[in-house]
T-cell receptor
């Protein structure tokens, strides 16, 4: 069985604050893929990043960074200097190599206020 | 390149009716997946089609079915609608080469069952 847990249901920050969204996953597969998606108020899911289970290198893309730690089964997402446009629901998802299906966490709703 | 399109965007049905939702993937994408999004259950995988064949199925009753045509367009059908079927139904397309594929999501069809 696979499972993705996003313990933070809602987070509210003031613009320019840094914020970290947590994601913990469970899988028995040795080959799997982790994703983060953003769902703005318009509703369409937007792909942010993909990581495979063999690549624990952290990644930075502009104000976004991701920390993947197999030892703790976590794939956390940090937004540096948050902006109002970052307000959205963020989903962490897991896909096992043997199964073409994304298993999503319940999402974290991020509100950035001016 | 046009994105994933879903029609209709909104639907209102009554209990017991059936409904068909349509999804046109990005040109060149051969895999189409369907997800149901509700406030209570979050995003749940329904099924995935590749080259007109269902490769994966989630944990939904047989009232939920789908198909894919030779041009990769897909439809999903829900028969004997129940109140709990009210949800945002999201379609995603990908190249279909494997579980690592980035999935591109459409805007969704919001179904309301009265």
């Amino acid at each position: 069985a696979q499972k993705v847990t996003q313990a933070q249901t809602e987070i509210s920050v003031v613009e320019k604050e840094d914020v970290t969204l947590d994601c913990v996953y469970e899988t028995r597969d040795t080959t799997y893929y982790l994703f983060w998606y953003k769902q703005p108020p318009s509703g369409e899911l937007v792909f942010l990043i993909r990581r495979n289970s063999f690549d624990e290198q952290n990644e930075i893309s502009g104000r976004y960074s991701w920390n993947f730690q197999k030892s703790t089964s976590s794939f956390n997402f940090t937004i540096t200097a948050s902006q109002v446009v970052d307000s959205a629901v963020y989903f962490c998802a897991l896909s096992e190599a043997s199964r073409w299906a994304l298993n999503f966490g319940k999402g974290t709703s991020l509100l950035v206020t001016p | 390149k046009a994105g994933v399109t879903q029609t209709p965007r909104y639907l209102i049905k009554t209990r017991g009716q059936q409904v068909t939702l349509s999804c046109s993937p990005i040109s060149g994408h051969r895999s189409v997946s369907w997800y149901q999004q509700t406030p209570g259950q979050g995003l749940q995988f329904l099924f995935e089609y590749f080259s007109e064949t269902q490769r994966n199925k989630g944990n939904f009753p047989g009232r939920f079915s789908g198909r894919q045509f030779s041009n990769s367009r897909s439809e999903m059908n829900v028969s004997t609608l129940e109140l709990g079927d009210s949800a945002l139904y999201l379609c995603a397309s990908s190249l279909g080469s494997g579980a690592a594929d980035e999935q591109f999501f459409g805007p969704g069809t919001r179904l309301t069952v009265l």
